[in-house]
């Protein structure tokens, strides 16, 4: 069980943690942000180099510093090491740089955007990045494919984290998208138009950090924060039947996966959960879903909107009582 | 002149035939080898002190001895033949020419490896030396090099071609194997090092062409006696690849602490600069190293005379040194505009980028722009502490040194001639019409 | 989008796919992608069209869209038809310093096309690629598998009216007569 101290803080955590996890245990003060890691998808990050880190000291065995920053998902904690995330400087400033590459080419088109108000990028913008942009240049533009009814994909919006790809790999049983071309002009494509329709395909609307791939569905119904979330599950053959209801008014306008603190899927749900149970009476309802304070959706009213008294939707009845 | 190690026997004719090759020596290392341990080699080419030719340096009997042999998995040696370093063209002429001295030189070092499948990575460009190559292995099977039980020795291998499809990225080791595995060219995210976790996730070396070339000589030789040849830690005979404005382009075989003056204007190598002019600047080290002025690259910082090896190049650090990296000797002459140059190396990375982590992705493609624009007359003196900028957030941020690549050449060109960078933003017009380089075709018709 | 006309190995091409994929280990066939859409480029007239890869995707025991991965990552995978005859300039570093911009204006005016073009003729197309290892022959092109090194105007006439004359199949990187087991 290896001790590891970031920022300060130390952990003893299990064998193969990686620091971002280590960090994660530790609390969100030290917690670097990640795009393009996702804790249930193997082999995931490494990518968006958002999540680098300072190693100071490698080891008790290697107590030299590693030269130079370091991807935080992807790299193990030792006995003995220090790492430097919030405390150094240099990092603050690189993870700038990195968040200024990332928005070279967005197209910033939040207001039309259904990921605006649940966006890892505007969050991230937000936190880590600078106050202007440099990019003087006019951003990248793609050529629309369909990828069938129920994903809508905005390639400019992409930050190539992979992570729709690895869900295709991993919970689909054939992958028809991938990353085509390279380098600049890399996209997620299925170069010929195909649908992607699969069981399991519409956890990659989940996963996605920004609006590139969104639920069609969805698409211009509302604005996430005029929304409701609330938890409910079914009985699945499929999959787990947990997930997040998005209510306007009494209308399920969108089902989701649960998230957790850090934004990740507790549990990849199916698509007939998905995209076809979209009626109160298909679903058991457990109540308000919990919503970080920090998050758009629990800002102004809505803060009111969640306590069980005012919540209109205790009166409907769970499935099995009726 | 130095010695010949590798080149000794490259204007026999014939010598890419098996029998003419061994009429001149060939194979004679090999079974040499084979009357040492596998570990006995490897001690032998620690002690020859040979550092990796691809360009890092790294000495290859320390890479050897990094490989797992205790899982007890498959171990696979990879020689990376995907040279494609601007300015580096030393490897594509050893296989063309002798293809038989890296397959002897892949057959000892895979038996030191206790390799029994081997492969050849070669650019998809080079597909008329991959067809060589497959002739000469075809060759070597034949006469009991390569197969089942090679000499009676009881050692396995087989020892194949692989060919790439046009892509830089795929020089760096991982990717490479990624590509080998039949993948897109993206490097991989490391540790684990191949060494523990490499082709198909089992233990594998990758070495350069050259450097396994070089395990034949060191072989017959001995490790000691090769690393008499040279200077300091750097130790035996390089292949450089002569290019730009100089009077004899071409390969030579160079001792390691021959002094740079006298390999540019030695008759014996580069002859000198053409027609007569002053040398401008060098990227010694093919296109990926800083570049350095010509006061910089032919004397150190404190007026020693700068040598061809790993330390004297890089003395100074990157303040007012360079690498020896592949050898990649680019010469350019007063008539060079530096801001052009670093435009076209960096469309080459930016070309080259594989896209995978975002400070590359992104920062190769942005800074190719701002040079663009500065080209274009429509810079501004920001642009230049913007380029400066750019470079710093992609140097040591990527998965891959293929971003350092790319900030390098930006980081030294506008460290050493940042006065032009300024002069042509200011006045654009000075330069629209000047031939930015040595009008070699213009002259070459002249004659 | 246009396809293949000929979407089918030769006997000879297919017999030496199947020894390519012969080579890696049990399982790890997929590592012969690259070799062989070489040769499927050669075999399909100088490009792959996605009716082209999904053929090799077949071929391969594999999915379409690891072909198209692989295929769009490479530079010497043309997904778009090219004339018989492909000029591949290099424009990196070193050539461009002896004067690779002068070469390709000068076939650009010579053939009357752009970079990426390709003559109304169904000949020539021209492309721009990067060092391709010949820095000492500066400025270089290549035509399939063949090194043309030291150019001047002239010699790229020559060599010009040289495949102008002679050429009648396309000319691939993977040279036809190479295709054999």
């Not at chain 1, 300072?54 to 510093?65: G, I, Q, R, T, Y």
């Not at chain 3, 090799?56 to 090219?82: D, G, H, K, W």
Request: aromatic share 8%.
């Amino acid at each position: 069980m290896p001790k590891v101290t970031i920022d300060g803080k130390t952990i003893e955590v299990p064998q193969g943690t990686t620091i971002l996890q280590a960090a994660r245990m530790i609390g969100e003060e030290v917690t670097p942000p990640a795009m393009c890691y996702y804790t249930s998808l193997k082999t995931s990050g490494g990518y968006c180099r958002t999540c680098i880190v300072k190693v100071s000291k490698m080891s008790e065995a290697n107590p030299n510093p590693i030269p130079k920053p370091v991807a935080s998902c992807r790299t193990n904690c030792e006995e003995g090491m220090e790492v430097m995330n919030y405390t150094s400087p240099e990092i603050i400033e690189a993870r700038k740089g990195v968040v200024e590459f990332l928005l070279a080419n967005h197209p910033l088109d939040c207001p039309i955007c259904d990921q605006a108000g649940e966006c890892h990028l505007q969050d991230l913008s937000y936190e880590h990045g600078s106050d202007d942009t440099r990019y003087e240049f006019e951003r990248r533009k793609f050529k629309k494919i369909d990828l069938g009814p129920f994903i809508q994909l905005h390639m400019t919006r992409c930050i190539l984290c992979y992570r729709c790809v690895k869900v295709a790999d991993q919970l689909t049983d054939h992958r028809v998208h991938g990353v085509l071309n390279r380098g600049e002009v890399s996209e997620i494509s299925t170069y010929i138009t195909t649908a992607i329709d699969n069981d399991f395909s519409g956890n990659m609307i989940d996963v996605c950090p920004v609006g590139a791939l969104t639920d069609k569905t969805f698409r211009f119904k509302s604005r996430v924060w005029f929304t409701n979330p609330v938890s409910a599950h079914r009985d699945c053959e499929k999959c787990c039947g947990k997930v997040t209801l998005w209510y306007k008014g009494d209308d399920v306008l969108r089902v989701t996966a649960r998230k957790d603190k850090w934004g990740e899927a507790e549990e990849f749900i199916c698509n007939d959960c998905r995209f076809e149970k979209k009626q109160t009476l298909d679903w058991t309802i457990e109540g308000p879903a919990k919503i970080s304070r920090h998050s758009v959706i629990s800002a102004n009213h809505y803060e009111k909107m969640v306590e069980p008294s005012l919540f209109k939707l205790n009166d409907i009845k769970p499935f099995e009582d009726q | 002149m130095s010695k010949k190690l590798l080149t000794e026997h490259f204007g026999v004719q014939g010598i890419d035939q098996l029998p003419v090759y061994k009429q001149h020596g060939g194979y004679s290392a090999l079974e040499k080898a084979f009357k040492k341990t596998p570990d006995e080699i490897v001690q032998e080419v620690i002690a020859s002190g040979l550092r990796g030719r691809g360009g890092a340096g790294f000495p290859t009997g320390k890479k050897w001895s990094f490989i797992d042999k205790k899982s007890g998995k498959p171990r696979y040696l990879v020689c990376n033949a995907d040279e494609s370093e601007p300015g580096t063209f030393k490897d594509r002429y050893l296989m063309e020419v002798n293809p038989h001295l890296l397959i002897e030189g892949m057959i000892i070092s895979s038996f030191a490896l206790g390799a029994n499948l081997s492969f050849i990575y070669i650019r998809g460009e080079l597909l008329y030396v991959y067809h060589i190559l497959e002739k000469a292995i075809a060759e070597a099977y034949e006469a009991g090099y390569l197969g089942k039980n090679i000499l009676g020795t009881g050692y396995d291998l087989e020892l194949y071609c692989h060919t790439g499809g046009g892509a830089y990225i795929c020089g760096e080791e991982t990717a490479l194997i990624e590509s080998l595995e039949g993948k897109r060219g993206n490097p991989r995210i490391k540790p684990p090092f191949p060494a523990i976790s490499g082709l198909y996730n089992n233990p594998t070396v990758v070495n350069n062409v050259e450097s396994i070339a070089t395990v034949v000589p060191i072989i017959n030789m001995g490790g000691e006696e090769y690393a008499k040849i040279g200077i300091g830690n750097s130790k035996g005979t390089k292949l450089i690849s002569a290019c730009g404005h100089i009077k004899k382009p071409g390969i030579y075989e160079i001792e390691l602490g021959l002094p740079v003056e006298e390999f540019i204007y030695s008759d014996s190598y580069c002859g000198g600069i053409r027609g007569g002019r002053k040398l401008k600047a060098v990227v010694a080290g093919g296109s990926s190293v800083p570049i350095l002025p010509a006061e910089l690259i032919l004397k150190t910082e404190k007026g020693e005379p700068r040598l061809m090896s790993y330390e004297s190049l890089a003395e100074g650090g990157f303040a007012s040194g360079t690498m020896l990296g592949s050898g990649g000797f680019i010469v350019m002459d007063e008539t060079t505009s530096i801001v052009k140059n670093l435009f076209n190396f960096t469309r080459f990375y930016h070309h080259e980028s594989c896209g995978q982590c975002s400070p590359c992705r992104e920062g190769t493609a942005w800074m190719e722009k701002i040079l663009h624009r500065i080209l274009h007359g429509h810079g501004t003196l920001k642009d230049v502490d913007l380029l400066w900028t750019l470079q710093k957030n992609i140097d040591g941020k990527t998965i891959c040194p293929l971003g350092d690549a790319a900030a390098w050449p930006v980081a030294s060109a506008i460290r050493h001639f940042r006065a032009e960078f300024e002069d042509f933003v200011e006045h654009p017009e000075k330069y629209q019409d000047v031939k930015h380089y040595f009008n070699q075709i213009e002259d070459k018709q002249l004659a | 989008m246009e396809d293949n006309k000929n979407i089918e190995f030769s006997a000879d091409a297919l017999a030496l796919a199947k020894k390519l994929m012969g080579r890696y280990p049990e399982g790890k066939h997929k590592s012969a992608i690259i070799p062989i859409l070489h040769l499927a480029q050669a075999e399909f007239g100088g490009w792959l069209s996605p009716k082209g890869m999904d053929y090799v995707a077949t071929l391969m025991n594999i999915q379409p869209i690891e072909v198209y991965e692989v295929a769009s990552f490479y530079s010497m995978f043309n997904l778009q038809p090219v004339g018989k005859c492909v000029i591949e300039v290099c424009r990196t570093g070193p050539c461009w310093l002896m004067g690779a911009e002068d070469i390709v204006n000068h076939i650009e005016s010579k053939l009357n096309i752009k970079v990426g073009e390709t003559t109304t003729d169904g000949m020539f197309t021209l492309k721009t690629v990067e060092c391709l290892a010949a820095c000492g022959g500066a400025p270089m092109m290549q035509v399939g598998q063949k090194y043309h090194e030291d150019l001047t105007f002239n010699k790229v006439d020559s060599i010009l009216e040289d495949y102008k004359k002679n050429t009648t199949e396309p000319i691939s990187h993977w040279a036809k007569d190479k295709i054999k087991a």
